[in-house]
């Protein structure tokens, strides 16, 4: 069916059918586009997913959809059934079907897209994004403004992981296969990308590019290049924190890090 995508329309039954049950197992939580493997540390995608969801945009029309004062013009429903999933949404909430949502989770207004997954027990808060095939793990916090960015195309390309109990501050931008490690505090205002450096800020050495180590606190930055038209500064992520496994900041004394190092809280 991948093959022969570009001939794809409503018309063909048949694929619309094999289609809406993938998508269906990406909205039940029974599939998921990408997970971390636990022998290997490497974040797997499951391509056929991905391509289920393209297919999606060829195999559906356009739908008028109107609620109250508002109208809608869109290929793809929204997800239903909140309260029987343990999920609270506010008004002003939306997660698209092929989405999926752990008990638990709260939604403040805020946009969750096809073929994200949210864990258990997380907070997606007020005007946050996560976008199509985000993976976000049980008990994280996105705070106000983060923007989770989206992978869709090729299908093999790593969407982006935040990994179980992280925190990533208000305004936040991690995109394009970014990876936070579990128990991570990404502080207010990073920006986070493949290409990004993450820097040891005890020894000044490079640790990874776009992946914040688990259990630590990581701030932005910037470093000092040259370039044949000047000095400039560049972004880079700093980790400013180790945390012992397991160890979790409350509130207080996360600001506090935060402020001992000039960041923002």
Same mark, same amino acid.
């Given at each position: 069916?991948?093959?022969? !995508? ?8 048949d ?16 599939? !998921? ?34 609620? /109250? ?16 999933? /343990? ?27 096809? /073929? ?15 976008? $199509? ?37 208000? *305004? ?6 970014? *990876? ?14 493949p ?12 640790i $990874?590019r ?13 470093? !000092? ?20 496994? /397991?160890? &979790?900041?409350d509130?207080?004394?996360l600001?506090?890090?935060? &402020? ?6």
């Amino acid at each position: 069916m991948w093959d022969r !995508r570009s001939d794809l329309s409503p018309a063909d039954t048949d694929a619309v059918a094999v289609v809406t049950e993938a998508i269906e197992l990406l909205d039940t939580g029974q599939a !998921r586009v990408a997970e971390v493997d636990l022998a290997t540390d490497e974040v797997v995608v499951h391509e056929w997913l991905k391509k289920s969801i393209l297919m999606l945009f060829a195999l559906r029309g356009m739908e008028t959809v109107e609620l /109250g004062p508002f109208e809608y013009a869109d290929k793809l429903p929204l997800k239903h059934g909140f309260a029987e999933a /343990g999920v609270r949404a506010v008004p002003g909430a939306s997660a698209r079907w092929g989405s999926f949502l752990g008990r638990g989770v709260v939604l403040m207004p805020s946009y969750v897209n096809i /073929g994200a997954w949210v864990g258990a027990g997380s907070m997606v808060d007020t005007w946050a994004t996560v976008a $199509s095939c985000a993976q976000i793990g049980e008990r994280v916090h996105l705070a106000g403004g983060v923007g989770i960015g989206g992978v869709l195309e090729p299908p093999n390309a790593v969407p982006v992981v935040v990994e179980d109990d992280a925190f990533v501050g208000s *305004r936040c931008m991690v995109t394009g296969g970014a *990876r936070i490690g579990k128990g991570s505090v990404l502080g207010a205002g990073s920006f986070l990308a493949p290409s990004i450096p993450v820097i040891d800020a005890e020894t000044g050495e490079e640790i $990874s590019r776009g992946v914040v180590p688990p259990w630590c606190v990581a701030i932005r930055a910037s470093r !000092r290049r040259e370039y044949p038209g000047g000095e400039f500064f560049v972004p880079c992520v700093l980790v400013i924190k180790r945390l012992g496994e /397991g160890e &979790r900041h409350d509130k207080a004394q996360l600001t506090q890090v935060l &402020r001992d190092h000039g960041a923002s809280t």
